[in-house]
């Protein structure tokens, strides 16, 4: 838009801009709904039903009687109901027409057919390997459950063998010891023993030495050989009865053993020597065994014994 400047009586003018059209239409549009409105309230009001109005007129001058009241009107009898007609049936779909099966190719159904084959087979071998790999998974359980069986009943074992040997070793030890006490106790009786035949010895030798410086002759008469045919018998009888001999007697001839005995007047046994051997190591040692077991020996008739006695003893003359 070009703006004019115009100087009258020294003072600008400007032309006044030029209204737009939409204003114009705006005010046209709410003047024409507006008569719209007074129109449509017109007719509104035009069709609506009057309103009976009733009034009686009284003149004081005349009295008349007042008309009746016009009888009521009668009600109007209800309409009928309109019979309902029930709905006509729903017409039946026609039934849908048959297609034929597409026409299938039947190198694509043998090929579809081998894929489903393998994808099966496929399905088949995995559910096999799940299944092998499931049992040897069971399996290996199992067996490392019985190994640790195995090893705990291994376990129990060594500690029964290791508290078996200790209660050997502490049994052995306790036999160690009293067989020590009772070799201790055994030595202790042998040398209480040969204390005792020593003294006795001793006084067989006071005795004897006595008798040789005129003493009153005891020795002689304890020890002079006197004749007792019963003697020498009664003494190797009870050392018959003692020898105690396992080996065999079924050997050629009678193997005899021959022994020196020396003894003390109560019949106790000093000492054994061996004269002559039957050849038997064993026998021997049965014979020498069983005349130390045999003190003291029997004596006399009238008391009195034979300091040293020689006895032989035949194997087969056993009892």
Same mark, same amino acid.
């Given at each position: 838009?070009?703006?004019?400047?115009?100087?009258?009586?020294?003072?600008?003018?400007? /032309?006044?801009?030029?209204?737009?059209? =939409?204003?114009?239409?705006?005010?046209?549009?709410?003047?024409?709904?507006?008569?719209?409105?007074?129109? =449509?309230?017109?007719?509104? =009001?035009?069709?609506?039903?009057?309103?009976?109005?009733?009034?009686?007129? =009284? #003149?004081?001058?005349?009295?008349?009687?007042?008309?009746?009241?016009?009888?009521?009107?009668?009600?109007?009898?209800?309409?009928?109901?309109? /019979?309902?007609?029930?709905?006509?049936?729903?017409?039946?779909?026609?039934?849908?027409?048959?297609? @034929?099966?597409?026409?299938?190719?039947?190198?694509?159904?043998?090929?579809?057919?081998?894929?489903?084959?393998?994808?099966?087979?496929?399905?088949?071998?995995?559910?096999?390997?799940?299944?092998?790999?499931?049992?040897?998974?069971?399996?290996?359980?199992?067996?490392?459950?019985?190994?640790?069986?195995?090893?705990?009943?291994?376990?129990?074992? #060594?500690?029964?063998?290791?508290?078996?040997?200790?209660?050997?070793?502490?049994?052995?030890?306790?036999?160690?010891? #009293?067989e020590k006490k009772k070799e201790l106790a055994k030595k202790k009786a042998a040398a209480e023993s040969a204390a005792k035949l020593e003294k006795?010895?001793?006084?067989?030798?006071?005795?004897?030495?006595?008798? @040789?410086?005129?003493?009153?002759?005891?020795?002689?008469?304890?020890?002079?050989?006197?004749?007792?045919?019963?003697?020498?018998?009664?003494?190797?009888?009870?050392?018959?009865?003692?020898?105690?001999?396992?080996?065999?007697?079924?050997?050629?001839?009678?193997?005899?053993?021959?022994?020196?005995?020396?003894?003390?007047?109560?019949?106790?046994?000093?000492? /054994?020597?061996?004269?002559?051997?039957?050849?038997?190591?064993?026998?021997?040692?049965?014979?020498?065994?069983?005349?130390?077991?045999?003190?003291?020996?029997?004596?006399?008739? #009238?008391?009195?014994?034979?300091?040293?006695?020689?006895?032989?003893?035949?194997?087969?003359?056993?009892?």
């Amino acid at each position: 838009m070009t703006t004019a400047t115009e100087t009258t009586g020294g003072s600008p003018y400007r /032309v006044p801009r030029r209204e737009s059209g =939409w204003r114009a239409f705006a005010l046209a549009i709410g003047m024409h709904a507006l008569l719209f409105v007074f129109l =449509w309230g017109g007719i509104n =009001w035009q069709n609506s039903e009057p309103v009976a109005v009733e009034a009686e007129v =009284w #003149d004081l001058s005349t009295q008349q009687a007042a008309p009746k009241a016009p009888p009521p009107e009668p009600e109007p009898e209800p309409e009928p109901e309109p /019979v309902r007609t029930p709905p006509p049936p729903p017409t039946p779909a026609p039934p849908p027409e048959k297609v @034929a099966p597409p026409k299938v190719d039947p190198e694509i159904a043998l090929k579809k057919e081998r894929e489903k084959k393998k994808a099966e087979k496929l399905a088949a071998e995995q559910e096999a390997k799940q299944r092998k790999l499931e049992e040897e998974r069971k399996e290996k359980l199992e067996q490392k459950k019985l190994e640790d069986k195995k090893l705990a009943e291994k376990k129990k074992r #060594d500690e029964e063998e290791k508290q078996k040997l200790a209660e050997e070793k502490e049994q052995a030890e306790k036999k160690k010891e #009293d067989e020590k006490k009772k070799e201790l106790a055994k030595k202790k009786a042998a040398a209480e023993s040969a204390a005792k035949l020593e003294k006795q010895r001793a006084e067989e030798m006071r005795r004897i030495l006595g008798s @040789a410086a005129g003493g009153t002759g005891t020795a002689e008469k304890s020890t002079a050989p006197k004749s007792d045919s019963g003697y020498k018998a009664a003494v190797a009888a009870k050392i018959k009865s003692n020898i105690s001999y396992a080996g065999s007697q079924d050997v050629p001839g009678n193997p005899s053993a021959e022994f020196q005995i020396t003894q003390l007047p109560t019949g106790e046994i000093i000492s /054994v020597r061996k004269i002559k051997s039957s050849g038997i190591p064993a026998y021997d040692t049965a014979v020498e065994n069983a005349i130390a077991k045999s003190s003291p020996l029997p004596k006399k008739k #009238d008391g009195t014994v034979e300091r040293e006695i020689t006895a032989a003893f035949k194997l087969k003359d056993l009892p």
